[in-house]
């Protein structure tokens, strides 16, 4: 940590911030909720929502809502991993698509910050429809740990 940061606040505790992340912005209007978390992975769902369709005639749900679910995710590993909030950024997040989230499927991401660096964290993930062994994608992510 260099001169002047402020020590990690301890204890981050993923599911009491996503009890409060989900009243406001845009947890809310997605919908996001937390499921599960471990020393440095969290798992986070998002239930089908006809507003977050993109293909109306099969009910596909869009992917920029799977990314906005994956991103969170992954930032949120990133501070369990950390032990505490820090300001950071999403450097690069890849999303390999394998399939479509399908008509009334929750999709559920689980991403696992494998390496934190002093000014970098990485970040793997997949999210699924229930079924990790049939992936809707498999991700990547980088994010940059601020100083302030």
């Known amino acids: 940590m260099s001169a002047g940061a402020e020590p990690l606040p301890s204890g981050f505790d993923p599911e009491r911030f996503f009890a409060l992340a989900r009243t406001v912005g845009h947890g809310r209007a997605l919908g996001l909720s937390y ?7 969290v798992e986070l769902a998002l ?5 977050l369709v993109s293909m109306v005639d099969s009910g596909t749900m869009a992917t920029g809502a799977i990314v ?6 992954s930032g949120t590993a990133v501070w369990q991993a950390m032990g505490g909030f820090r300001h950071i950024v999403t450097l690069d997040l890849r999303l390999d698509y394998l399939r479509a989230a399908k008509k009334g499927e929750t999709v559920i991401a689980r991403c696992e910050c494998y390496k934190v660096t002093r000014r970098i964290a990485f970040v793997r993930g997949v999210a699924h429809g229930g079924d990790p062994a049939r992936p809707i994608a498999h991700s990547a992510a ?3 740990i601020r100083e302030d």
């Open 47 to 51: 239930a089908w929502d006809p507003k």
């Open 142 to 144: 980088t994010f940059v």
């Open 35 to 41: 499921r599960s978390h471990g020393a440095d992975w």
């Open 68 to 73: 906005s679910l994956v991103d969170t995710c």
